[in-house]
């Protein structure tokens, strides 16, 4: 059984802070890099859902530390997304508009010129993507379409950020892996959970279809993409220095210009913390607690505001009330053997007062 390595940083910590604690726990979870070996391919996985910066995508530090240690150790280093629908368009005639790459260097992960970065529409429609499918996909009856970087990369590590989710109530490292599918399987999964009319809205100009295939699995969909490359994860990593606790993926539910509607509210967990594991059930299962423990200190306008807006999601109504471990994303995750419940939470300069209060949201 993999254990969660999980670091506090003071709040506010300087880049050297924060960098040297990404740093430890990226070796401690990934057993020194024993898997790696010289000249091997690294594709890194950020949350690049969005042009808006951390933390409604990936912290631009995990990026730059994680792949300067893998390319000083010899590796090839490779980071790739697809940014959401809302934001990138991709279908079989090629792209009607936006750009992952520009959204990378627009969220401040990295430079618009760098020449590790792949924006997976770029790579085209048939060329791009390749079809998935097994037993363990079972929610999706015709397999999925996934990047071709998942057939390519030696290795995966996926980056995400800990935020809460409009449609699923939680964005963490399953949700993560959704950015790898090609446009026409995200449309598959999203017309089966809430609010598919917005997606459906953001498709317009495309060929692209969205059917309700009835079978009531956005859950398990989101869940069976790590199917396609169980076994090239190596670790999942997360810095929650800031936290998104309400609505999102992005910083505003729906966007107008510089502002929008359903505007995230942004938590400072203190100690701020940087966790991994080299099982992504149990890295999933230690962001659920952390992040419903969060939410749990959300003020009242705001988590009154949400609630609102948002009566009719049952995700987002019932996340503080399903215990973690019966979460979708955890039991479903089991049921395929993507990996396991934490068998042990290694804390290094983390309260012993935070460290019960994860523990209760763990229970």
Avoid at 87 to 106: D, E, M, Q, R
Avoid at 117 to 140: C, I, K, L, N, R
Wanted: hydrophobic share 40%; proline share 7%.
């Amino acid at each position: 059984m993999n254990p969660v390595f999980v670091d506090g940083v003071v709040p506010g910590p300087k880049a050297e802070v924060l960098a040297a604690c990404i740093r430890d726990v990226f070796l401690k979870s990934s057993d020194n890099l024993a898997w790696l070996c010289d000249g091997d391919t690294v594709l890194l996985k950020p949350a690049l859902n969005s042009p808006d910066p951390y933390p409604s995508t990936t912290h631009p530090l995990a990026i730059r530390v994680i792949a300067g240690m893998l390319e000083e150790r010899g590796a090839k280093v490779v980071i790739g997304d697809q940014s959401g629908i809302e934001h990138v368009l991709h279908h079989p005639g090629g792209i009607i508009h936006g750009g992952t790459t520009a959204n990378y260097a627009h969220s401040g992960m990295g430079a618009k010129d760098d020449a590790r970065f792949v924006s997976f529409e770029d790579g085209g429609w048939d060329e791009g993507f390749y079809h998935h499918q097994s037993p363990a996909t079972s929610s999706w009856p015709e397999g999925f379409f996934i990047t071709r970087w998942a057939q390519k990369a030696d290795h995966i590590v996926n980056l995400p950020r800990v935020s809460t989710h409009s449609q699923a109530g939680a964005t963490l490292g399953f949700k993560c892996l959704v950015g790898m599918l090609r446009e026409d399987s995200r449309m598959a999964f999203h017309a089966n959970g809430p609010y598919n009319n917005f997606i459906i809205d953001a498709a317009k100009g495309s060929t692209l279809k969205s059917v309700d295939d009835g079978s009531g699995t956005f859950f398990e969909k989101i869940v069976e993409i790590s199917d396609a490359i169980r076994d090239k994860l190596r670790l999942t990593l997360f810095v929650a220095t800031l936290a998104q606790a309400t609505f999102g993926p992005d910083h505003y539910g729906v966007h107008l210009g510089p502002v929008g509607l359903g505007r995230a509210y942004l938590m400072n967990p203190e100690p701020g913390l940087v966790f991994a594991s080299a099982d992504p059930v149990a890295a999933e299962v230690f962001a659920l607690a952390l992040l419903k423990d969060i939410k749990r200190s959300v003020p009242f306008f705001p988590r009154l505001t949400e609630r609102i807006v948002l009566f009719q999601n049952r995700n987002v109504q019932d996340f503080t009330a399903i215990p973690v471990r019966d979460h979708p994303y955890i039991r479903h995750a089991l049921n395929i053997g993507l990996g396991e419940q934490p068998g042990e939470i290694i804390y290094q300069d983390v309260p012993d007062m935070v460290q019960e209060s994860l523990r209760k949201c763990l229970e």
